[in-house]
């Protein structure tokens, strides 16, 4: 075996090792604490409730371990039979080697890599989630949500790959390479929310009426344009509740799901809207961008290294004459072996804009208490975990805990 096959093997072993210690030191942690109700939780949670939380994360925690099982099974085998190479000659044969054949040869590959994992997403849905009441979607809407996002990868996937592989002819290419896809992450968090969710769900207004006005005079007091507030359908597919902020400049939108106008007063929802505006105006999502475009910078000059290399294509059985597509496509399935080590880091940053959110909507409304309650009824509702091992939420979670909001929120605030 090739030098760089062990070390391919070490890298995922060590990976998968990390990941089940860490999913093993939580079930613990939760187990633990699955005896009563823990005190800060006692005034806003019953003890069946509180059951039924314990009950969802060690039920997707299983699945979890199950997936990662099934990942490394696969991509071990995917590495170390040949089935690349071959499948990818085998492609080129067929099709010619334009650059169109080996765009359309990345794609059909990258589908056929994402066929076997289709009965565990099946599994999620409609069994666990299903379980827990959270599943409102249906074998259909599943089916065609799957053959949507199938034709949109295509629709958006082939131009931007076939760009790339003419590119990698001019000196310098993986300059350029960035340049093209961080012009395409610009416009397509434009063209994302305008047109590409739509496809999925219902946009709304907020309907008339007091909370519609109490939001209104919220956005004009933090100047934020209200009409990019909407309501989206998320309750077709998910009995789960959320709000999100996307778009930049005049693209900017805040969507709160149906689900959660359900489930909250109006002053909780215009705590997580003033929550919303406060990434917005605190500038976390040109911030986020301008990480993300670093990152992609320093993935393209990578690849570019990796694409001169004769030991990396000779390794994984390709050769260096095959050109980009060969190493995009090891790229795109090895690069989570390195990257997975920096979730801590970059879920830190996360973790500190949502304190610095929390703090702003709590200065908006001029109150911490509507932001508190909304956060633990979003827990309550979600049965989301209560009691993360600290290890495990910081290594995993991009929002802090509960107990960590609430404490932040109330300490340096006004109450
Ligand atoms: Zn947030």
């Known amino acids: 075996m090739h030098p760089i096959i062990y070390a391919f093997i070490i890298l995922l072993g060590v990976k998968t090792a990390f990941e089940i210690w860490l999913e093993w030191l939580n079930r613990r942690h939760v187990q633990e604490a699955s005896g009563s109700v823990p005190e800060p939780f006692q005034d806003f949670i019953d003890p069946e409730t509180y059951c039924k939380t314990i009950e969802y994360t060690l039920a997707k925690s299983r699945f979890g371990l199950l997936e990662t099982f099934f990942d490394v099974a696969l991509l071990l085998i995917i590495i170390l039979s040949g089935f690349l190479p071959w499948l990818y000659g085998g492609l080129i044969d067929f099709l010619g080697n334009s650059l169109w054949a080996q765009g359309l040869s990345l794609l059909a590959i990258s589908i056929i890599l994402s066929l076997p994992a289709l009965p565990l997403e099946w599994w999620q849905q409609f069994r666990l989630e299903e379980r827990f009441g959270f599943n409102k979607s249906t074998l259909r809407l599943w089916v065609t949500d799957k053959l949507k996002g199938l034709i949109l990868g295509l629709v958006i996937g082939f131009p931007v790959l076939c760009v790339l592989l003419w590119l990698v002819g001019l000196p310098v290419w993986w300059l350029w390479a960035f340049a093209v896809v961080f012009a395409f992450q610009l416009v397509m968090i434009v063209v994302y929310p305008m047109f590409i969710m739509p496809l999925f769900n219902k946009f709304e207004p907020l309907p008339e009426g007091g909370l519609r006005n109490r939001l209104m005079s919220l956005a004009k007091k933090t100047g934020f344009k209200a009409k990019a507030i909407l309501v989206m359908d998320g309750s077709k597919r998910s009995g789960h509740s959320n709000a999100f902020f996307t778009g930049f400049g005049n693209f900017r ?163």
């Open 253 to 415: 939108r805040i969507v709160l799901f149906d689900t959660l106008m359900e489930q909250l007063e109006e002053d909780e929802l215009e705590a997580v809207l003033a929550h919303e505006i406060g990434h917005y105006k605190l500038g976390h999502v040109s911030r986020m961008l301008a990480v993300s475009g670093l990152a992609t910078l320093i993935g393209f000059r990578v690849l570019a290294a990796l694409t001169e290399s004769d030991w990396f294509y000779k390794g994984f059985g390709f050769t260096t004459e095959q050109g980009l597509a060969p190493a995009l496509l090891l790229f795109g399935l090895l690069s989570g072996l390195v990257t997975f080590w920096l979730h801590p880091a970059i879920n830190f940053w996360s973790r500190k804009h949502e304190y610095e959110a929390d703090a702003f909507a709590r200065d908006a409304v001029n109150s911490g208490q509507p932001m508190v309650r909304s956060l633990r009824k979003l827990h309550e509702k979600n049965l989301s975990n209560l009691t993360p091992h600290p290890a495990y939420s910081a290594f995993y979670y991009s929002h802090p805990t509960l107990l960590e909001r609430e404490a932040a929120i109330v300490s340096t605030g006004s109450g």
